[in-house]
């Protein structure tokens, strides 16, 4: 019996290592439960690019940036050669006029309806100050919740992850934001945002102009953390979140609260992180600030809270991970279009667990 016990013992103490120490390489997890975890720039395009090539119908997106330089956008031609009618809803009056950038996006989204009939494009709605949601429907049969825009840089150098879904409440939720979204003609006026009564799956958070529950969910994620928070963030500005952290560690001083952010350089050459990471070290959280400009580290694009999973040996029933495109910061709390998701599979948690340790260590920070 004593030698079953310490087989056990050490089976566990090798597991734990293992999880700790593995080199991080391609993660891409699932399908667990509907919900299959991708992690950039570890899993490059390939997991999306073969969704889209599954593509029988229809292709929604949602989506920041969108361009040439990756292979999702030949796949997406390819789509809609074959027959798959898609529909885009891209950035637009967010974006300074005086830079070219509309025009830039203008072309380029005129460039893909003059090269198939079955694509056709739509500027967001300027009833959100910036239509930041970056995001895939399938044939109505799946969903991508993503943090990284659809350009090359996002699939090489900023630690990024998404969500791909097939759990139909997730799905019809997002295809529903998404159809109605591409076809609100207010993007020249102030229009009407998608009723938040009818955003009523509880793994979902969303932003936008005057409804949705992204603080809400959020923040009572944070507030529902027994041992430990993990946060990647790029942006760290918004005072009411910062105080939610700061609370939680108040009332929990032995609450293990990490962040890593990048280090952000304004135009008055001010880090704008800098103060709201402070204000959760005094309160007793730690952080690392990661140089934006670094070639030899990844850029911290990410939106990600992992709570209560600190020991992959004891996994507590709090344990949850959200992922989506949600910043701390004002903006991209109550004004944008930004979407999220809640999940809580072991395995997906494991593997967030496991790159957010590698970043932390290989940035300075100790267990």
């Given at each position: 019996?004593?030698?079953?016990?310490?087989?056990?013992?050490?089976?566990?103490?090798?597991?734990?290592?293992?999880?700790?120490?593995?080199?991080?390489?391609?993660?891409?997890?699932?399908?667990?439960?509907?919900?299959?975890?991708?992690?950039?720039?570890?899993?490059?395009?390939?997991?999306?690019?073969?969704?889209?090539?599954?593509?029988?119908?229809?292709?929604?997106?949602?989506?920041?940036?969108?361009?040439?330089?990756?292979?999702?956008?030949?796949?997406?031609?390819?789509?809609?050669?074959?027959?798959?009618?898609?529909?885009?809803?891209?950035?637009?009056?967010?974006?300074?006029?005086?830079?070219?950038?509309?025009?830039?996006?203008?072309?380029?989204?005129?460039?893909?309806?003059?090269?198939?009939?079955?694509?056709?494009?739509?500027?967001?709605?300027?009833?959100?100050?910036?239509?930041?949601q970056k995001g895939i429907v399938i044939d109505g049969k799946a969903?991508?919740?993503?943090?990284?825009?659809?350009?090359?840089?996002?699939?090489?150098?900023?630690?990024?992850?998404?969500?791909?879904?097939?759990?139909?409440?997730?799905?019809?939720?997002?295809?529903?934001?998404?159809?109605?979204?591409?076809?609100?003609?207010?993007?020249?006026?102030?229009?009407?945002?998608?009723?938040?009564?009818?955003?009523?799956?509880?793994?979902?958070?969303?932003?936008?102009?005057?409804?949705?529950?992204?603080?809400?969910?959020?923040?009572?994620?944070?507030?529902?953390?027994?041992?430990?928070?993990?946060?990647?963030?790029?942006?760290?500005?918004?005072?009411?979140?910062?105080?939610?952290?700061?609370?939680?560690?108040?009332?929990?001083?032995?609450?293990?609260?990490?962040?890593?952010?990048?280090?952000?350089?304004?135009?008055?050459?001010?880090?704008?992180?800098?103060?709201?990471?402070?204000?959760?070290?005094?309160?007793?959280?730690?952080?690392?600030?990661?140089?934006?400009?670094?070639?030899?580290?990844?850029?911290?694009?990410?939106?990600?809270?992992?709570?209560?999973?600190?020991?992959?040996?004891?996994?507590?029933?709090?344990?949850?991970?959200?992922?989506?495109?949600?910043?701390?910061?004002?903006?991209?709390?109550?004004?944008?279009?930004?979407?999220?998701?809640?999940?809580?599979e072991q395995p997906i948690m494991a593997s967030i667990y496991k790159?957010?340790?590698?970043?932390?260590?290989?940035?300075?920070?100790?267990?």
């Amino acid at each position: 019996m004593r030698k079953a016990m310490q087989a056990v013992i050490l089976i566990t103490f090798i597991f734990a290592i293992s999880v700790i120490a593995t080199p991080i390489a391609s993660a891409t997890i699932g399908p667990i439960n509907g919900h299959t975890l991708i992690t950039e720039p570890d899993d490059g395009t390939t997991f999306l690019v073969n969704q889209i090539n599954s593509a029988q119908s229809t292709i929604a997106i949602t989506i920041y940036e969108f361009d040439n330089s990756t292979p999702l956008y030949g796949a997406i031609l390819a789509a809609a050669q074959r027959g798959v009618k898609v529909d885009i809803t891209y950035n637009y009056s967010s974006f300074a006029s005086t830079s070219g950038k509309q025009q830039t996006v203008t072309s380029f989204m005129q460039s893909l309806t003059q090269q198939s009939s079955n694509i056709q494009t739509h500027p967001a709605s300027n009833v959100y100050e910036v239509t930041h949601q970056k995001g895939i429907v399938i044939d109505g049969k799946a969903a991508f919740i993503c943090s990284f825009n659809f350009l090359a840089n996002y699939f090489s150098g900023t630690r990024d992850f998404g969500i791909f879904t097939t759990i139909p409440a997730e799905v019809n939720e997002v295809a529903k934001v998404a159809a109605a979204d591409f076809v609100d003609n207010n993007y020249n006026q102030n229009g009407a945002a998608f009723p938040g009564n009818q955003l009523t799956t509880p793994e979902l958070a969303w932003s936008n102009y005057n409804q949705g529950n992204s603080r809400t969910k959020l923040s009572a994620l944070i507030q529902s953390a027994k041992s430990s928070i993990f946060i990647y963030q790029e942006l760290v500005e918004d005072q009411a979140m910062i105080n939610v952290i700061c609370n939680a560690i108040k009332a929990n001083p032995k609450l293990d609260v990490r962040i890593i952010a990048p280090q952000l350089s304004g135009s008055n050459g001010t880090d704008g992180n800098l103060a709201g990471l402070n204000q959760i070290k005094q309160a007793g959280g730690r952080f690392i600030e990661v140089p934006s400009q670094a070639t030899n580290k990844l850029y911290v694009h990410a939106k990600m809270i992992l709570v209560d999973y600190n020991n992959p040996i004891r996994v507590p029933a709090t344990a949850a991970a959200y992922i989506g495109s949600i910043n701390f910061s004002t903006t991209s709390l109550d004004k944008n279009r930004e979407t999220g998701i809640v999940i809580k599979e072991q395995p997906i948690m494991a593997s967030i667990y496991k790159t957010f340790i590698s970043d932390w260590n290989a940035n300075g920070g100790n267990l």
